[in-house]
């Protein structure tokens, strides 16, 4: 079968490739070690995240995007090639059409540049759709009704939230707080704490195992391993789940701000829907445990977690992908 459509969820912590018929396909981190001996690619995704924090002074292990956008237009391009390149090996002779997402408030100036990426990365013709569109399509939130729906989804470099009706935008809000700022607050509480040096990776770890939005009567724990910022010296130390919130505190407020400015925004009528119907949290971000619970509380909106909620918008291009001729009208800007 020629592979002739591939749709990507270009993220900041990571990148996922979707072929329609086939599911998800690829799912790694967006990282790419570039040695600067030669300004050559040596390794993407899974391999380059290993290098992080272990490289020589001649290689330099980066995340080629901050915040969801290109901060780097070579490696991005370099980065999308490997990506495309490796579920389409094999035929050369179809160009494939690729569906990308993007932050809800990207510039003109920055939807240009991942356009120009994908074509030049091996893309026939590329098209980019705002990540709450895809996102709520991957739901199975029902956007061309004339209904209000919201869609938050928190990725590793923003958190995007958005009204949806009528398959449009009504009001929307792009915060730079994600999975990523939850790490480095992690990060930065251990170190003010306990005077422990971690890495992103550690506070990932931590945040997946014990982590919480909201503070448990029952705390978990977790070991963790650093450097003693005193000594020097490796050191172990016990942290509860409920410092893992308390760590987390600004971040979660930034998030809770960005629903809260998008409802000021939003119309009354459709405000009224999403009283009915609830909000849907989805993206990587959806995973921390109590969130839903958290927003519900201080909103005082129903707030539920999307099925597979890390899959939402790349499953949202596959379905984006297999409406193509509509999509094309409504939501994407291509080349």
Known sequence: ????????????????????????????????????????????????????????????????????????????????KYFIGKVSSRIRLVRPEVMISVPAGITSTEKRAVIDAAVKAGAKAAFVVKEPILAAIGAEIPIQNPQGSMIIDIGGGTSEVAVISLGGIVSAHSARVGGNKFDYAIVNYIKRKHGLAIGDTTAEKIKIKIGSAIAQVKEEYMDVKGRDLSGRLPKVIKISSNEVTEALQDELRDVINAIKKVLQETPPELAADIMDKGMILSGGGALLKHLDKLIAKTIDVPCYVADDPLFCVVKGTGKALDNLDIYKKTLANSK
């Open 1 to 80: 079968m020629l592979l002739k459509k591939i749709g990507i969820d270009l993220g900041t912590a990571n990148t996922l490739v979707f072929i329609p018929g086939k599911g998800v396909v690829i799912n790694e981190p967006s990282v790419v070690a570039v040695s600067l001996l030669d300004n050559k690619v040596l390794a993407v995704g899974n391999e380059a995240k290993e290098m992080l924090g272990r490289t020589p002074d001649t290689i330099v292990a980066t995340k080629p995007l901050k915040d969801g956008v290109i901060a780097d237009y070579r490696v991005t391009e370099a980065m999308l």
